[in-house]
């Protein structure tokens, strides 16, 4: 049995944040109704976008949230729950008379889960946006990418996913702890620019401290250092290299054969030449050849594999990361769990969900 094995959760299907979010929740234990848009439950839920993976581990719940009786079943439901999220503008859920005011009426205890990209209130809250626009308010996004080049997107890992959808999760579980305790629910705001710009907290210490510049390509983390980047190999492949303590960079240039007197890890000045040489050695052999050498020691040496490479690597297999699909599995995991990931979509009927819910 897992963690929140006794929660019960409404997602108000969506794409981004909310559906990563109720994958999460489900894949920790809870029970998870999905209120999809589509007429019919069947091969439909598993054509939309990630579908396979994000949607897993709940019921799929055809609902029309237009039609009075569909709403007021709805309604039942939440009654019943602990929680519900939703990904729509601000707005959409009140216009369709299922705000945090209706629904608390009907469900006191419930704590109301958004998730948008500039939040429910600020001068920008109804203006449109994906994923790399809340990123680059929050000030991540210049910091990414070559210097004298655009910052570059990287992918939606971190507005989407790690500011709104794990923010979401987290906003949600507390504000459960609490209505377990006080009777009374919470609307949590989970703002993707928020908790991208939360995401920052460490170097905009740095940057407050002196030690972090606005520039690309020039910082300890962001590829300005020769000792924490990435390097093309000999078959236009790569490796990791985050050799940053002394002695893992000792380690590194054990490995390269390079004599530590000639390469002063924190002689500024000296990077770009350092930066030109090591781009020259790991050029020489090709990238598993690399991974081979460096295996077992502390240089922090790592290949970089690909999306289709990464379910066959060792590691990965050794714990389970990935099922036989290439999908990854569930994580965090806790003693005792094997950490495989809930099944995949159930279609269930609206009446079926309030019957499955009736106690």
């Given at each position: 049995m897992r963690p929140l094995s006794d929660l019960r959760v409404i997602e108000f299907d969506g794409l981004g944040p909310v559906t990563f979010a109720g994958m999460m929740l489900a894949d920790l234990g809870a029970q998870v109704l999905r209120l999809t848009r589509s007429a019919t439950a069947g091969a439909a839920v598993f054509d939309e976008v990630g579908g396979a993976v994000l949607h897993r581990g709940r019921a799929a719940v055809p609902v029309d949230l237009k039609s009075p009786a569909d709403r007021d079943r709805v309604l039942h439901l939440l009654a019943r729950a602990d929680a519900l999220i939703e990904g729509f503008r601000p707005g959409v859920m009140e216009r369709l008379g299922l705000g945090p005011d209706v629904v608390a009426e009907r469900a006191p205890r419930l704590v109301y889960g958004r998730v948008t990209g500039w939040g429910q209130t600020g001068p920008m809250a109804d203006?449109?946006?994906?994923?790399?626009n809340y990123l680059a308010l929050s000030?991540?996004?210049?910091?990414?990418?070559?210097?004298?080049?655009?910052?570059?997107?990287?992918?939606?890992?971190?507005?989407?996913?790690?500011?709104?959808?794990?923010?979401?999760?987290?906003?949600?579980?507390?504000?459960?702890?609490e209505a377990r305790r006080t009777g009374r629910g919470?609307?949590?705001?989970?703002?993707?620019?928020?908790?991208?710009?939360?995401?920052?907290?460490?170097?905009?210490?740095?940057?407050a401290r002196g030690v972090w510049s606005?520039?690309?390509?020039?910082?300890?983390?962001?590829?300005g250092a020769p000792f924490y980047r990435c390097y093309a190999c000999a078959d236009r492949r790569f490796v990791a290299v985050g050799a940053l303590e002394p002695r893992f960079y000792a380690a590194l240039l054990a490995g390269l054969d390079i004599p530590a007197d000639q390469a002063p890890q924190y002689d500024l000045a000296g990077?770009?030449?350092?930066?030109?040489?090591?781009?020259?050695?790991?050029?020489?052999?090709p990238r598993d050849a690399w991974a081979d050498h460096f295996a077992g020691t502390e240089a922090c040496v790592t290949p970089v594999l690909t999306l289709a490479e990464a379910p066959a690597h060792p590691h990965n297999r050794g714990r389970g990361t990935f099922d036989a699909r290439g999908f990854p599995q569930t994580a965090p995991r806790f003693a005792g769990d094997d950490g495989r990931a809930p099944p995949d979509v159930v279609p269930l009927s609206l009446e079926a969900a309030l019957e499955a819910w009736s106690v």
């Open positions: 203006q449109v946006g994906h994923d790399l000030g991540a996004l210049h910091a990414m990418g070559e210097p004298d080049r655009p910052p570059r997107p990287p992918l939606n890992l971190i507005a989407d996913y790690a500011a709104g959808a794990q923010g979401l999760v987290i906003g949600l579980t507390a504000g459960v702890i919470r609307v949590v705001d989970a703002a993707m620019t928020d908790g991208a710009a939360l995401l920052t907290g460490l170097f905009q210490a740095l940057r606005d520039a690309r390509g020039a910082n300890l983390l962001d590829g990077w770009p030449a350092l930066h030109a040489r090591l781009e020259a050695a790991f050029a020489a052999r």
